[in-house]
Nanobody, 116 residues
Framework: QVQLVESGGGLVQAGGSLRLSCAASRTISSFGAMGWYRQAPGKQREWVATIARGGGTNYADSVKGRFTISRDNAKSTVYLQMNSLKPEDTGVYYC??????????WGQGTQVTVSS
């Protein structure tokens, strides 16, 4: 079991930046992958980015080149740096941890609102 707590969301103008953090209640080094998902109003939750235990990263096409995911194992924290934000990036952002048994753990989410 692990508890994940997201922070860093807020209201920002289009073109601005935000940095989301996801703090875990225990070491994240044992998790095979950590990621970020988001859910816009009236839409299904969608994958945004993943970082593997070894540091490899993958991004959804919609955020590639604008968002950067990183992890600090010593702080048990995963980050999502979001630049050049667009109104379509608005939504609740959720942190995800997946262990080697493919069990998924989720945070409570943090709201990101991008105004045009």
């Amino acid at each position: 079991q692990v508890q994940l707590v997201e922070s860093g969301g807020g209201l920002v103008q289009a073109g601005g930046s935000l940095r989301l953090s996801c703090a875990a209640s225990r070491t994240i080094s044992s998790f095979g992958a950590m990621g970020w998902y988001r859910q816009a109003p009236g839409k299904q939750r969608e994958w945004v980015a993943t970082i593997a235990r070894g540091g490899g990263t993958n991004y959804a096409d919609s955020v590639k080149g604008r968002f950067t995911i990183s992890r600090d194992n010593a702080k048990s924290t995963v980050y999502l740096q979001m630049n050049s934000l667009k109104p379509e990036d608005t939504g609740v952002y959720y942190c995800n941890a997946r262990n080697t048994f493919l069990d998924d753990y989720w945070g409570q989410g943090t709201q990101v609102t991008v105004s045009s």
